[in-house]
């Protein structure tokens, strides 16, 4: 099932994905995105082609398009462009005149990694990968898919891809030649720091399931469950890892929505119902009809107040939130387990978070912060809260048009102020993990 008839089916299950870790098996860097729902009827063709004719409805507005359009194909030297690029760049040129980084435009390649980010599903080589000068290195394999089985280590620089060398190209080529269906292979040149020349390893790509929730019990019996991304399988495992933690006999939970950039605004409101009671009030709010005082609220931070004496140097007194004043927004509801899940509302809750806790993760943080029912540990969230409807076209692609506002239940402003954690703490650069630490603590002391 294609993610147009699951979207269609699920009605009100939009998506708002926000920072996602720019990693070889599916992922999309094209901006922090939110989908809403798909649109109906909006299947559209290439509006011309730079021989033909221009349709008559652009030719007032788009009146020096029009005519270089036809320009390039009369007079261009090395050729009229062909396939669907020029239409692809004139749309994202488009787009980019609204100075909205979330009204966007996806090139097919694009949105099919939303789909396999989504989903959690992907047929390639199990590898996660990030950019660091030049180079493509594996920050590490996934447990059990052909790179793990192969040997494949964290730190591995990935040189050549059947030959080809890959230092210095981009995310989407580098997926195009790893990424395939499952039983085919590809031959990898990697170099291991330390060692000598690059060594050669035949893959043979799998079907791959990332799971999006993990669980580990930490001293005095406290459960971290850290979550990578609201999918379609999120709330299903985190149940399951729940009622793992409650056999364990875990006496708090750490929540960790560090670096998690959203995903289905139906798995926030579900992950709420699981640690908050739906009869205490809303999940999120929505405003469409406020977006004068919306805008103008995107360029008015509020400042932290000053640290008043003996206050410890790892609590800051969270800054005034931004509320958007209007008294139509709309109310989406908490919703609670259904047969199969759990409610954890007994357990005492801290929840990590930073500067990748984006969108729908903002949404659940934002609930549990204006009901009292956990406390925000690590830096401060990214601020995306804006809603996108979703239009996907017959060849692939898909553009996103910003159409409203996510605010939370007390109608805080999330888009570009973000949300603050009650205990504010940095990690620091040697990779120690001091905001775990401090959630810890905090933990033990509920």
Do not use: C
Request: aromatic share 6%; proline share 6%; net charge neutral.
């Amino acid at each position: 099932m294609n993610l147009l008839r699951r979207l269609s089916s699920w009605g009100r299950r939009y998506l708002a994905v926000g920072l996602v870790v720019i990693v070889a098996l599916g992922s999309f860097n094209a901006g922090l995105l939110t989908e809403r729902y798909r649109q109906g009827g909006n299947e559209a063709g290439a509006a011309s082609d730079p021989n033909g004719q221009v349709p008559p409805e652009f030719r007032a507005e788009f009146e020096n398009f029009v005519q270089v359009w036809q320009l390039v194909g009369r007079e261009y030297y090395y050729g009229t462009p062909t396939g669907r690029q020029p239409d692809w760049a004139a749309t994202r040129g488009l787009l980019s005149t609204l100075g909205d980084d979330y009204t966007v435009f996806l090139e097919p390649v694009q949105q099919q990694g939303v789909r396999e980010q989504m989903s959690g599903d992907y047929e390639g080589i199990g590898v996660y990968l990030e950019a660091q000068e030049g180079r493509w290195i594996v920050s590490s394999p996934i447990k059990e898919s052909p790179a793990d089985k192969a040997g494949i280590r964290a730190r591995d620089i990935i040189v050549h891809v059947d030959g080809r060398e890959v230092g210095g190209t981009t995310l989407e080529d580098l997926q195009k030649l790893l990424r395939g269906k499952a039983g085919t292979t590809v031959r990898l040149s990697v170099q291991r720091p330390g060692e000598g020349e690059p060594r050669e390893v035949e893959l043979t790509r799998a079907a791959i399931n990332i799971p999006s929730v993990r669980l580990q019990m930490l001293p005095g019996e406290i459960a971290l469950l850290s979550v990578s991304v609201f999918g379609d399988k999120t709330i299903a495992q985190l149940d399951g890892e729940l009622k793992n933690a409650r056999a364990a006999g875990a006496k708090g939970i750490i929540l960790d929505l560090r670096n998690n950039g959203g995903g289905w605004v139906q798995a926030a409101q579900e992950m709420i119902g699981r640690f908050v009671d739906p009869a205490v009030g809303p999940a999120l709010l929505e405003d469409k009809d406020n977006g004068a005082q919306a805008k103008a609220l995107l360029y008015t931070p509020t400042p932290a107040p000053a640290v008043g004496p003996g206050t410890p140097t790892a609590v800051v007194p969270t800054p005034t939130q931004a509320t958007l004043k209007a008294t139509n927004q709309k109310q989406d509801p908490i919703v609670g387990p259904q047969e199969g899940g759990i409610a954890v509302y007994d357990l005492p809750l801290v929840v990590l978070i930073n500067g990748g806790t984006a969108s729908a993760s903002e949404i659940v943080v934002g609930a549990l912060q204006d009901y009292r029912r956990a406390t925000m540990v690590g830096t401060s969230t990214f601020g995306k809260g804006s809603i996108q409807a979703v239009h996907e076209f017959k060849d692939g692609s898909s553009a996103r048009i910003t159409i409203a506002q996510w605010l939370t239940p007390q109608g805080r402003v999330i888009q570009k102020h973000g949300l603050h954690p009650e205990i504010v703490v940095e990690n620091p650069p040697d990779g120690s993990d001091l905001q775990l630490a401090r959630a810890l603590e905090e933990a033990k002391k509920k």
